[in-house]
């Protein structure tokens, strides 16, 4: 029934492999323009900063650690991960998000 | 996969007679002898952790700070917590009896990654030597907790070194998770449904999940307080523009929910041994798995408990307290099912069993005062007391040292081929949770008035508390060299034990003990439901009645 054993493997043409370095690689190019767009260190700098960045990783996991031509289960635990990630990220900017929020009467 | 039949009077093949030299056990790729190697490594980092714990209680006897200096007393409790924690509690459970039983349950001839495995055990030591080496090079004074900018910043100590230490146990503790999550999902035997699984497998199976999502970050996390050290970049310490806030919520995220790696494996060793010494199905069997599995994803969103009093929102503060509350929900499932599982059984008190009893006791104190914790107005007093000690303490040690320990006598025959003496078990037993409540009840009290933790200086009128608190611990200390002195007195002088003594259901105790090399003469067929103990004849039933309903795979 479960013998360990995944008999298919995918071969992934170099071309591919080549098309997404290229992509990676405008994506960084874009990363670095974004910077210098006026009024950077702002929040909506952040924001294309960190899209950009989770692109780039889902190129990564997809094509180079062969998560597209995996099965189900691997999908899932590589979507557990961000799902995860993104658990770390909200809780705790909702903690910077409400930190100069003025607290109610009484409470200080 | 064939195994010579032995002639009368001659020794049959297992795992331990395998093979006798050095090499063959450090080049082994065993899973069974690997966690006999990390049974070995564990027992001696809770020795070094124990003797330090003793010398904290020697200290607190008096009210004044004379047996050490404060510096010294800052390094002996970090190192307590240090050594404890990232090389005893956590690897404990999961790295000795999941390492030898989760092949063994689901009927697989050794782990995924054999050599990943293996592995393990070198980083886990690499890591701990390190750790070790760190504590006898001047040692460090941080708590085990490295908060910045003390840690990154301030501290003289050797804060880096340990730090490395703790990483590099971090990924040995990466390699078991993966390496169960990989087995449990891929080389389960036939018929081996997930819900015919012992609860012991989803107990681990939702312990593996925390680890492999939670130990990478805790792991950078340090790494970082080091590059910040090292290089002063400015992560952390606001004198470099960084934010010590954020060091505690990357470190909480993945150290909470490290008290769950330390307390699922155990509930489930609880949950074997209850159904086996109440000869009962586990009530509610699929309640008790879901719930580790609820525990694992729950458990990662109240980290921000830790972090009432230190600055951040009161805003987020509510919902962590909120989600605090949240994670009661399935603990208490699980203790309500264990009673449920021992109400009308036949129940034997055997030594496993007494440890199991007194963690059902503790485990429930030390959940109740953290919901104590959890509550925002209460830890504003709370918090940095003795209060939080003696509550974690009654989780760690009330909770996992018992499930250790009831585990490690349980399953003590299937790895050794030997019974221990059970009287002096039973004794040991009752000494070591008489000791504990002496040594840790006081603190509670200690705490609501006012104690803080990690100070050696007190008044006077709190002495009395802390001397039962010592007098316990000193009592704790001969509970716990008692099983170490009876357990190697019965490799030899042990009763011969059988493939299974205790009439347990599970494939484990359908192999000899010691088992064979490949645990299995032919892989087995999962035909019944998980403890199905009406169908066992082994030890006499009394009828109960009450139908228990079998549970569809």
């Not at chain 2, 090079?137 to 941080?142: A, K, L």
């Not at chain 2, 790696?261 to 879901?290: D, N, Q, T, W």
């Not at chain 2, 035909?527 to 030890?539: F, R, S, V």
Request: proline content about 5%.
């Amino acid at each position: 029934m479960n013998n360990g054993h995944d008999t298919h493997t995918h071969i992934v043409p170099i071309k591919v492999y080549l098309l997404v370095y290229v992509a990676l690689l405008v994506l960084l190019v874009a990363t670095v323009g974004a910077a210098y767009l006026p009024g950077h260190h702002t929040l909506l700098n952040n924001i294309i900063a960190l899209t950009i960045a989770v692109v780039k990783a889902v190129l990564v996991v997809l094509y180079f650690m062969h998560v597209r031509y995996s099965t189900r289960l691997t999908w899932l635990w590589a979507s557990a991960g961000f799902f995860w990630l993104l658990i770390m990220f909200i809780l705790t900017l909702g903690d910077y998000f409400t930190r100069h929020w003025v607290p109610v009467q009484g409470w200080e | 996969m064939s195994v010579a039949v032995a002639k009368p009077g001659e020794v049959k093949h297992n795992y331990l007679n395998a093979g006798d030299t050095v090499r063959s056990w450090l080049l082994t790729t065993d899973h069974k002898r690997i966690a006999v190697l990390y049974l070995v490594s564990v027992t001696l980092f809770f020795a070094v952790g124990g003797l330090l714990a003793l010398l904290i209680r020697l200290e607190l006897l008096t009210p004044q700070g004379d047996l050490m200096t404060s510096e010294t007393y800052n390094r002996v409790f970090t190192m307590h917590g240090v050594v404890m924690i990232f090389l005893f509690l956590i690897p404990a459970i999961p790295a000795v009896l999941g390492n030898f039983l989760v092949p063994l349950m689901i009927g697989a001839r050794d782990l995924a990654f054999p050599r990943l495995n293996l592995a393990s055990w070198y980083v886990y030591m690499a890591g701990g030597l390190i750790a070790t080496w760190a504590m006898v090079n001047g040692g460090v004074d941080t708590g085990w907790t490295f908060y910045p900018p003390y840690s990154s910043s301030y501290s003289t100590s050797q804060v880096t070194l340990t730090i490395v230490g703790a990483f590099l146990v971090g990924f040995s503790s990466i390699f078991t998770g993966i390496n169960f999550i990989v087995t449990i999902h891929k080389m389960r035997a036939p018929g081996l449904t997930w819900f015919r699984l012992p609860l012991f497998i989803w107990a681990h199976y939702a312990t593996s999940v925390i680890i492999v999502l939670g130990t990478p970050v805790v792991a950078i996390t340090l790494l970082l307080v080091a590059v910040e050290r090292v290089f002063r970049l400015g992560i952390f310490d606001p004198a470099l523009g960084g934010d010590p806030i954020l060091f505690q919520h990357l470190f909480w995220f993945y150290s909470h929910p490290a008290v769950y790696i330390m307390i699922l494996p155990a509930m489930g060793v609880i949950s074997e041994v209850i159904a086996c010494f109440s000869r009962k199905r586990v009530f509610g069997y699929h309640f008790v798995a879901f719930s580790s599995v609820a525990i694992a994803v729950v458990g990662f969103l109240v980290w921000g408990h830790h972090m009432f009093t230190t600055g951040q929102s009161v805003y987020a503060g509510m919902v962590f307290s909120l989600l605090s509350f949240l994670v009661a929900v399935p603990s208490a499932v699980k203790v309500f099912n264990w009673t449920a599982t021992m109400y009308k059984g036949t129940i034997e008190f055997r030594a496993p069993m007494l440890y199991v009893m007194g963690f059902l006791g503790l485990f429930v104190i030390g959940g109740l005062t953290g919901l104590f914790l959890a509550s925002l107005a209460t830890d504003i007093h709370l918090q940095d007391t003795y209060f939080v000690v003696a509550h974690f303490h009654y989780i760690m040690v009330g909770g996992t040292i018992f499930g250790y320990l009831a585990g490690l006598h349980f399953w003590w025959p299937k790895m050794t081929g030997r019974m221990y003496p059970e009287g002096i078990a039973k004794l040991a037993a009752l000494i070591i949770f008489a000791g504990f409540n002496l040594t840790f009840f006081p603190q509670f009290v200690l705490g609501y008035l006012g104690m803080p933790r990690r100070y050696h200086w007190y008044p006077e009128e709190w002495q009395m508390l802390h001397v039962m608190s010592s007098a316990g611990a000193a009592l704790l200390g001969i509970g716990y060299i008692l099983p170490i002195f009876y357990l190697l007195w019965s490799l030899r002088n042990g009763a011969i034990a059988g493939p299974n003594p205790w009439g347990a259901t599970g494939l484990e105790w359908k192999t000899d003990s010691p088992p064979i090399t490949h645990n299995f003469e032919e892989t087995p067929i999962v035909t019944e439901e998980p403890y199905a103990y009406e169908n066992h004849h082994q030890h006499e039933e009394v009828a109960s009645g009450t139908g228990a309903s079998t549970a569809e795979a």
